[in-house]
């Protein structure tokens, strides 16, 4: 069956290091993935958008990558701060699976 | 220039009744998708309007259904609410069909309790 997995613990990171996001799929041919970010009570923000074709993208300090034959993303934000704490959010958009967003992974950042 | 609204901010019903939701779209976009999150986990699709159709569904029974108006703000309708309808009811929009990338915007969302 159809599968997104993303880390489903809390992630808990030293500020200043480097956090890690893993979205795995199976059973998919996305078109396109993107990530974004969630905070309580508030609807997702976009964040950056990776095509099938791309190995990597990058925005300020955010960093996706998309292994099609691994059927894996990872998110990665450099130089973590506090105010990155939230939830990510994983999306995959294909023509026959329509919109499919991962449960998330709730990432806190600490001083 | 106004992103997405949502209306009401939070609703409580009680099993068996109905509710309608409410979504204005970002100025410019002409698709309005509608999604559910309950708490803990991501956003399932609902469906999506564009040019007033519904043009994809994801696996949600008919008692969910919706609308769009001409000048693209778009309705939830969920009939018969049960007890496992209490969520946060987002609604996005995009330029075009979501789902060739199009990036979507999302507003607020509703929170439904069914009591």
Sequence with gaps: SQKIEQNSEALNIQEGKTATLTCNYTN??????QWYRQDPG???????LIRENEKEKRKERLKVTFDTTLKQSLFHITASQPADSATYLCALYSSASKIIFGSGTRLSIRP | DAGVTQSPTHL???RGQQVTLRCSPKSGHDTVSWYQQALGQGPQFIFQYYEEE???RGNFPDRFSGHQFPNYSSELNVN?????DSALYLCASSRGLAGGGETQYFGPGTRLLVL
């Design chain 2, 80 to 84: 018969a609410l049960l007890l496992g």
């Design chain 1, 42 to 48: 508030r609807g997702p923000v976009f964040l950056l």
């Design chain 2, 54 to 56: 519904e043009r994809q």
């Design chain 1, 28 to 33: 998919y041919s996305p078109a396109y993935l």
């Design chain 2, 12 to 14: 409580i019903k009680t």
